[in-house]
Each structure stands twice: as structure tokens, then as C-alpha cells.
């Protein structure tokens, strides 16, 4: 690892200190590279997790003020195909027909 690293203390209890210096002993690393893995994941997972919500806030806020973006499912389509999220970019409810609507 390059990157400069801290010290940090925490306490747990005794049963997960046992079981995170066997996983390291299964996986031949450190209590402290398992540690650091596990830290890494959790705040990974809610820094994804809180981006999401910041999204869906949005788009709720969008939705009430009228500002809904809407895709044709041919776009759509197009961009499962292509493996691809579809984006919240796209025309707004009144540049398309009804019949080609799908939420953003």
C-alpha cells in the first residue's frame, strides 16, 4: 500500500477480536489489513448508499416541482442492451407522447 497510514484505536468486543485474528490467520494478512479491508467495504458500501438517497431525494423533489425526466423505451432499451444505467438526462414529460413514456 502507498498511501501513508494512521493509527487508529477501537474497541470491540472480545468474541470479534478472536474471530477477525483467525479470519487473518485463514487469509495469512494482519488483523490490521483485515480491519482495513472490512473498514474499506462498510465505507464504500455507505458512501454508495448515501448517493443513492441524495438521488432518490432529488428526483422526488424533481417529480413534486413538475420537473420529472422522462426516457422513450426505445432509449431505454437501447441502453440495457448496451449494459449502461439509464440516466436521469433526457426530455422532459412534455417533449414526448404519452404512449412512449417510462420514468427516468
Known amino acids: ?18 474471530r477477525a485474528k483467525a479470519v487473518a490467520a485463514l487469509r495469512g494478512e494482519s488483523v490490521s489489513e483485515v480491519v482495513r479491508g472490512a473498514l474499506e467495504e462498510y465505507v464504500s458500501a455507505a458512501l454508495i448508499e448515501d ?6 431525494l432529488q428526483i422526488e ?3 413534486e416541482a ?16 448496451e449494459g449502461k444505467k439509464v440516466r436521469t438526462a433526457g426530455k422532459s414529460k412534455s417533449e414526448l407522447p404519452e404512449e412512449e413514456l417510462v420514468p427516468a
Open 61 to 63: 423533489t424533481d417529480i
Open 51 to 56: 448517493a443513492d438517497v441524495r438521488a432518490v
Open 66 to 81: 413538475g420537473n420529472e425526466l422522462m426516457h422513450t423505451w426505445d432509449k431505454v432499451k437501447a441502453e440495457l442492451r
Open 1 to 18: 500500500m502507498t498511501a501513508d497510514l494512521l493509527k487508529m484505536t477501537i474497541t470491540v468486543p472480545e468474541w470479534l477480536q478472536r
